[in-house]
């Protein structure tokens, strides 16, 4: 069964870049078929998905995101990771990766989820 | 419009039907996915692909679709299925979009 954990900085100030990784266990990130995804949800709030990579290196991002965010993988350590701009206190959130199994993209394992602050 | 909306807040009594519904113009052309939130914790996938149910997720849970709305049922509600419950489906490139998200509160 696959395992997903989050680890990065917990408190960024404005104006920083935010940093995650996403370390994977129990399966192989450069397997096809798979799509790696970010998933945020602010205190209080609802879901929003920042956007996926693939085995391949190729990415879909959210719209409203697309000009912050950058996703990518490393097949070595079988992680993948999140850097997103320019970050300002609505970038607040808890930040989950997750796995979709479908290039209909759909999460049936997410990682427990890590907590950033960005403070003003 | 690739919108997705969920009533705020639905309650029922343990033991009854729980219906949530979730609208979007683009459901007609694409999947519905549901999840359930418990506080504190992760969403977990409960319906795909419209009415699949995922191994070791109870039969109360059933999905179904028709037209621009989907719903999600939950049959003789436990307490313990009090949680916040998210629609969630794709756009025509492929992007991710989700509903805004319903409470559900089991009296």
């Known amino acids: 069964q696959v395992q997903l954990q989050e680890s990065g900085p917990g408190l960024l100030k404005a104006s920083e870049t935010l940093s995650l990784t996403c370390s994977v266990s129990?399966?192989?990130?450069?397997?096809?078929?798979?799509?790696w995804s970010w998933v945020r949800q602010p205190p209080g709030k609802g879901l929003e998905w920042i956007g996926y990579?693939?085995?391949?290196?190729?990415?879909n991002y959210n719209p409203s995101l697309k000009s912050r965010v950058t996703m990518s993988m490393d097949t070595s350590k079988n992680q993948f990771s999140l850097k997103l701009t320019s970050v300002t206190a609505a970038d607040t959130a808890t930040y989950y990766c997750?796995?979709?199994?479908?290039?209909?993209?759909?999460?049936?394992?997410w990682g427990q989820g890590s907590l950033v602050t960005v403070s003003s | 419009s690739s919108e997705l909306t969920q009533p705020p807040s639905v309650s029922v009594s343990p033991g009854q039907t729980a219906r949530i519904t979730c609208s979007g113009d683009?459901?007609?052309?694409?999947?519905t996915y549901w999840y359930q939130q418990k506080p504190g914790q992760a969403p977990v996938l409960v319906i795909y692909?419209?009415?699949e149910r995922p191994s070791g997720i109870p039969e109360r849970f059933s999905g179904s679709s028709s037209g621009t709305t989907a719903t999600l049922t939950i049959s003789g509600v436990p307490p313990e299925d009090e949680a916040d419950y998210y629609c969630?489906?794709?756009?025509?490139?492929?992007?991710?979009?989700f509903g805004g998200g319903t409470k559900l509160t089991v009296l």
């Open positions: 997750a796995r979709s199994m479908s290039v209909v993209v759909n999460f049936e394992s």
């Open positions: 129990g399966g192989s990130v450069d397997r096809p078929n798979y799509y």
């Open positions: 969630q489906s794709t756009d025509s490139s492929g992007a991710v979009v």
């Open positions: 683009a459901l007609p052309r694409q999947y």
């Open positions: 990579v693939y085995y391949t290196g190729s990415t």
């Open positions: 692909k419209d009415t």
